[in-house]
Nanobody, 126 residues
C-alpha cells in the first residue's frame, strides 16, 4: 500500500527558502512518477514539479529556476527545494505518486494507481 507523508512546510518571508520532504512507502521508485502540487485558498490545485523514474524533471513555468525537485530512492524520500519564495507561492503543498513511466505534470486522479499525501502548509509573507 502506498503512503505519502509530507513535512517541512512553514512560514517564511519573501525571498527566503524552504525545503519540503515526502516519505513515500510502498512506492516502486523504478516505476513511479513523483510529483509536487500546491493549492492556494480559492484557487485550483496546480502541478509544481515532477520527477520520473529516470530522474528527468518537469517544472511549472511559475517556479522554473527557483524550485528543484529531487529524490533519494534509498531513503524513500522525495524533496522540493524552494528558493526565492514569493507570496504567490503560498498554499498547501502535496506530494503525489503515479505508476507511470510517462512523467510530466499529470493529474494523479486520472490514473488508477495515483496517490496523494495529506499536504504541508507553506506561507510566504511580503
Amino acid at each position: 500500500q502506498v503512503q505519502l507523508a509530507e513535512s517541512g512546510g512553514g512560514s517564511v518571508q519573501a525571498g527566503g527558502s524552504l525545503s519540503l520532504s515526502c516519505v513515500a512507502t510502498g512506492v516502486d521508485w523504478d516505476r513511479y512518477c513523483m510529483l509536487w502540487f500546491r493549492q492556494a485558498p480559492g484557487k485550483e490545485r496546480e502541478g509544481v514539479a515532477a520527477i520520473g523514474s529516470d530522474s528527468d524533471t518537469t517544472y511549472a513555468d511559475s517556479v522554473k529556476g527557483r524550485f528543484t525537485i529531487s529524490k533519494f530512492n534509498a531513503k524513500n524520500t522525495l524533496y522540493l527545494r524552494m528558493n526565492t519564495l514569493k507570496p504567490e507561492d503560498t498554499g498547501m503543498y502535496y506530494c503525489a505518486a503515479v505508476a507511470t513511466y510517462h512523467c510530466y505534470l499529470l493529474d494523479p486522479d486520472k490514473f488508477v494507481y495515483g496517490y496523494w499525501g495529506q499536504g504541508t502548509q507553506v506561507t510566504v509573507s511580503s
